[in-house]
């Protein structure tokens, strides 16, 4: 019964209504009174409706126009990210080292600079062969040339991306002329690497094996070093080069021995530094007990004979420059103590020059 008189309700309430002052008025009044809150609830229910109506239309839109943003920075973010990395800078390149066992290098200009690499923008750098992680444990240990994550440069073009934490700003009394200081970041700090690594001190028998401009650039450190070295050699420009530089040549190792005694350096075991990686044989055989043999291994590392185990010599590889010694090594030759013009060359064949290119 109670459901049908609310059905009679609703259909009173939809209709016209009684006429006022019928019998029926006073009744129907009574349930229009009634009626009127179920239709502000049913009113405002459809305001309801058509707000959430609205406010999910709008949520449509937003989320659209998101979608459009979103799609347009995708395509943007490759072409951002192919020019230059946050960590990393583009140079384009003045000059180049040619050849080299170590890998590329070169000095040139900042063009463009990535977000965590401000600051070198125009300027001029030096660029050495790798770009080490500088964060892992074998980094922490000074072998930046063997990093895991090492990033290497064979060859460089006209232009080249490197890590910016590794580049060698010069100016501010650090001025080098180009093309020369190409060479700086390859071959000038590979000797560096080499005298650095070896730890040899002034009163040290120190014997440098190859001749290459590796070896000519060492020779020039050890001598500012306070160093007197002895050099292998046996006549020709590579000699006549070292007694130039008032150093002592010798072409075996009793040889070497006498001009270590003439000197009165003693009978110290010898710190044996091979410059080239071909000549590493020899300098196997010079190293004699407890000798410290410190050998330059480029790309392709040579084998080392096993007998130099059985007499207690220390081996130390040098696979490239580190690039933490770039600095060093171009104040040695802004001072003078490397004289840069004199050992690179732009011709070709010259073995004892570090050959640089301009780029055009
Ligand atoms: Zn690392």
């Known amino acids: 019964m109670a459901r049908s008189a609310g059905v009679a309700d609703r259909r009173v309430c939809r209709a016209a209504g009684p006429r006022a002052g019928s019998a029926a008025s006073a009744p129907r009044a009574r349930r229009r009174r009634r009626c009127r809150p179920r239709r502000r609830r049913a009113d405002r229910g459809c305001e309801l409706r058509r707000l959430r109506r609205?406010?999910?239309?709008?949520?449509?839109?937003?989320?659209?126009?998101?979608?459009?943003?979103?799609?347009?920075?995708?395509?943007?973010?490759?072409?951002?990210?192919?020019?230059?990395?946050?960590?990393?800078?583009?140079?384009?390149?003045?000059a180049v080292q040619v050849g080299g066992v170590t890998g590329a290098a070169g000095v040139g200009r900042v063009v463009a600079d990535g977000e965590h690499a401000r600051?070198?923008?125009?300027?001029?750098?030096?660029?050495?062969?790798?770009?080490?992680?500088?964060?892992?444990d074998v980094c922490r240990h000074g072998g930046a040339a063997v990093?895991?994550?090492?990033?290497?440069?064979?060859a460089l073009g006209a232009r080249t991306t490197a890590a910016a934490r590794w580049l060698v700003p010069l100016s501010d009394g650090l001025d080098l002329a180009v093309p020369a200081a190409a060479a700086v970041a390859g071959d000038v700090t590979a000797a560096y690497t080499l005298y650095a690594r070896t730890g040899a001190a002034p009163r040290d028998p120190v014997v440098v094996v190859g001749a290459t401009p590796i070896s000519r650039f060492l020779i020039e450190i050890l001598l500012a070093k306070g160093i007197a070295p002895a050099a292998v050699g046996s006549g020709g420009a590579w000699a006549d080069w070292l007694r130039g530089k008032g150093v002592a040549v010798a072409g075996d190792r009793a040889a070497l021995a006498a001009a270590f005694a003439e000197r009165s350096?003693?009978?110290?075991?010898?710190?044996v530094?091979?410059?080239?990686?071909?000549?590493?044989?020899?300098?196997?055989?010079?190293?004699?007990?407890?000798?410290?043999?410190?050998?330059?291994?480029?790309?392709?590392?040579?084998?080392?004979?096993?007998?130099?185990?059985?007499?207690?010599?220390?081996?130390?590889?040098i696979a490239g420059p580190h690039p933490d010694l770039v600095v060093e090594a171009a104040a040695m030759c802004v001072k003078g103590e490397?004289?840069?013009?004199?050992?690179?060359?732009?011709a070709a064949g010259d073995p004892l020059r570090t050959r640089v290119c301009e780029i055009a």
């Not at 490397?338 to 732009?346: F, V």
């Open 147 to 154: 990093c895991p994550h090492v990033r290497v440069r064979d």
């Open 54 to 94: 609205r406010l999910r239309d709008a949520a449509r839109e937003r989320a659209a126009r998101r979608t459009h943003r979103d799609r347009r920075r995708a395509r943007a973010a490759p072409a951002r990210q192919a020019l230059v990395s946050a960590d990393d800078v583009e140079v384009a390149l003045e």
């Open 338 to 346: 490397i004289d840069l013009a004199a050992g690179t060359t732009l």
């Open 273 to 317: 530094i091979c410059a080239d990686p071909a000549t590493v044989a020899a300098a196997v055989e010079l190293a004699g007990p407890r000798a410290m043999l410190t050998v330059l291994a480029g790309r392709s590392p040579p084998p080392i004979a096993g007998d130099a185990l059985g007499r207690e010599v220390t081996v130390l590889g």
């Open 265 to 271: 350096l003693g009978t110290r075991p010898w710190r």
């Open 119 to 136: 600051g070198l923008m125009n300027r001029r750098v030096l660029i050495g062969p790798i770009d080490p992680c500088g964060e892992c």
